[in-house]
């Protein structure tokens, strides 16, 4: 069988004369698809490429995925570790300011109980002849 071409379908064109139709399908039987079938066919090939291309294209970004995944995970779990770690430094830092303050406070307390006894025990012996002075006065003025 003779290939057939695309211009095949075609009357030729008459002869110079009468006016008749031209370019008219000649035979339309075999249809297009009788047409296009060595086009598909050469195609196939180029065809199959290509679904391998996007077989492989899907493949590479699953595997990228999962390797991303994968990535996250261990970022995670770091930080997950990270955290209690970072939470025991904080916990460390905020006790060892409250026992800065504290001691703060208790050398402050320390320093104003010494004023105090100080301020006492300048004022004791006042308060101790006051005291003598009224006992002493009161003994008197009951025995007269």
């Known amino acids: 069988m003779a290939r057939s071409n695309i211009l095949d379908r075609f009357r ?16 339309d039987a075999l249809g297009p698809a009788a047409e296009l079938a060595p ?15 996007v077989e492989d294209a899907r493949q590479s970004a699953s595997d990228e995925l999962s390797r991303a995944q994968e990535r996250a995970d261990a970022v995670i779990a770091r930080a997950r570790l990270d955290v209690g770690a970072e939470q025991a430094r904080a916990a460390a830092a905020v006790l060892r300011t409250a026992s800065e303050h504290d001691a703060q406070l ?21 308060a101790v002849h006051k005291v003598m002075d009224a006992l002493v006065s009161e003994q008197l003025t009951l025995r007269r």
């Open 39 to 53: 086009v598909f066919a050469a195609l196939a090939a180029d065809v199959e490429a290509c679904r391998k291309l």
């Open 106 to 126: 208790l050398e402050q307390s320390s320093r104003k109980a010494a004023e105090l006894e100080e301020t006492g025990t300048a004022q004791l012996a006042t």
């Open 12 to 27: 030729p064109v008459g002869a110079p004369g009468a006016a008749s139709p031209s370019g008219d399908a000649a035979s």
